[in-house]
């Protein structure tokens, strides 16, 4: 069974940062990624790094947001930078290995004055 565990999300002002933690417990998997779902909405893609190192981010966090590995290639990070309030959102972990796809528990991520 595959477990992530996701930290790091909280209440910042407008223009402020966080940094998302998600720890895997395995090494198997073909990308991680982080996805976000706001009230209301539908869950949306934020940004992917697949094993090799390559990212891809959402039209509305490019330049914003930054997606990288820790030292275990197991830890992934969301670093958010510049946050808007429409940035709002449950922040949930995710990992693809083949046609499997694994969730986090989502943290919670409130942008607001």
């Known amino acids: 069974q595959v477990q992530l565990v996701e930290s790091g999300g909280g209440l910042v002002q407008p223009r402020g940062s966080l940094r998302l933690s998600c720890v895997a417990s395995?090494?198997?998997?073909?990308?991680l990624a982080w996805y976000r779902q706001a009230p209301g909405k539908q869950r949306e893609l934020v940004a992917t790094i697949t094993r090799d190192g390559s990212t891809n981010y959402a039209d509305s966090v490019q330049g914003r947001f930054t997606i990288y590995r820790g030292n275990s290639l197991s830890t992934v990070f969301l670093q958010l930078n510049s946050l808007k309030p429409e940035d709002t959102a449950v922040y949930y972990c995710n990992l693809k290995r083949s046609t499997n796809n694994y969730w986090g528990q989502g943290t919670q991520v409130t942008v607001s004055s």
């Open positions: 395995t090494l198997i998997f073909n990308m």
